[in-house]
């Protein structure tokens, strides 16, 4: 079964540096099955010419993004310490980080990666869950139990929660911003006005 890739979590070119959308709509490739988002049609063609390298830099941006929301100690694989072979292998799978305690535990991820990540979820799911500040959909506004049930979706290893699945779309065209109404509300989970009107991807106060 084909896993998804999560969106591109970063409101800059990787080539230029520039912020998306300071030239126009934003020019969205899929590269080795992952999402990247550039300011402009050259930067993706410079990115597709050196994309070895450019995904190595790419990788490390993204497990320092993603690493304190990682859930897990213990390798997924294993159930052992991730450190127990030493320094933990952390590597970017479909934009996603994934931690293990070696490269054969890797190896075995990459061969079925649709196996494991259920788990992964259900563990962000359930240490995120405990923290999550709000009451109410960040896309709609609505209850979050109001429509039959939360939908819990994990998008660069972070819990968004929605009152549907219908509202998912919303959210990994703009990661950014949701993750920002939910920082933004982080001291407010009941202030209705702040999430709704939050438009910002820049983390604030409300």
Known sequence: MAVPSTPYLFDTCPISGSKLGS??????????GREVRFC????????????TAQFEKLDKLMIEQQIPYYPLTNCFMMDEALD???????????????RVCCNDCKDMFMKRPARFIPDINEAIIKKQSKSYPLSICVISGAPLEGMGGVDNLIVGNRLVKLCCAGCRTKVLKDP?????????????P?????????????PGSC
Do not use: W
């Open 23 to 32: 030239m126009g709509d934003p020019v969205i490739e899929i590269i080795d």
């Open 40 to 51: 402009c049609a050259g930067c993706a063609g410079k990115f597709k010419d050196d994309k």
């Open 84 to 98: 127990k072979n030493g320094t933990p292998i952390d590597f970017i799978y479909q934009n996603r980080l994934y």
């Open 176 to 188: 950014l911003a949701a993750f920002a109404k939910i920082d933004a509300c982080c001291q407010h």
């Open 190 to 202: 009941h202030h209705l006005e702040c999430i709704v009107n939050t438009t910002s991807s820049t």
